[in-house]
């Protein structure tokens, strides 16, 4: 496996995976656009097919977010969303990056258990944080 950075020709690939591991994936005009602002976008391939991605950006001077990380299911539990959030922290730690945070929901057991693993810490709850009116818990991982 290899991580690389996004290309555009990725894009259908990573609206496949993004629909298939979210309730309300980001619509494909929202990830070009986050794209073309400057956030990082980095892909996992295997095989010359896409695997899985992350998306991330440095909020504040010394805080990044994490906004998006997905896996295609027939590669969940083989490191590949691991890998990705590492090579991410890596680029946030050469941008003395402090703090990262991100946003999952209460109810994604799953997702709170894979980051907590990874060394992030719930430290709120977001009322209402979701459209269809789900709670988010903000987790962080400090250097």
């Known amino acids: 496996m290899i991580i690389r950075e996004f290309k555009r020709p990725d894009i259908k690939r990573v609206l496949e995976i993004e629909t298939a591991a979210f309730e309300d994936p980001y619509p494909p005009s929202i990830l070009i656009d986050i794209y073309n602002l400057g956030a990082g976008f980095l892909v996992a391939q295997q095989d010359n097919m896409v695997v899985g ?44 990056v402090r703090d990262i945070k991100l946003e999952v929901r209460v109810g994604n057991k799953d997702a709170r258990k894979f980051y907590r693993e990874l060394g992030f810490e719930e430290k709120e709850f977001l009322e209402n944080y979701y459209e269809d009116g789900e709670d988010a818990v903000i987790m962080k991982k400090s250097f």
């Open 53 to 96: 991605y992350i998306i991330f950006w440095i909020r504040y001077e010394d805080e990044g977010h994490i906004i998006s990380l997905a896996v295609d299911k027939r590669y969940r539990r083989k490191k590949v969303g691991s890998e990705l959030v590492d090579y991410a922290i890596n680029i946030f730690a050469k941008c003395h």
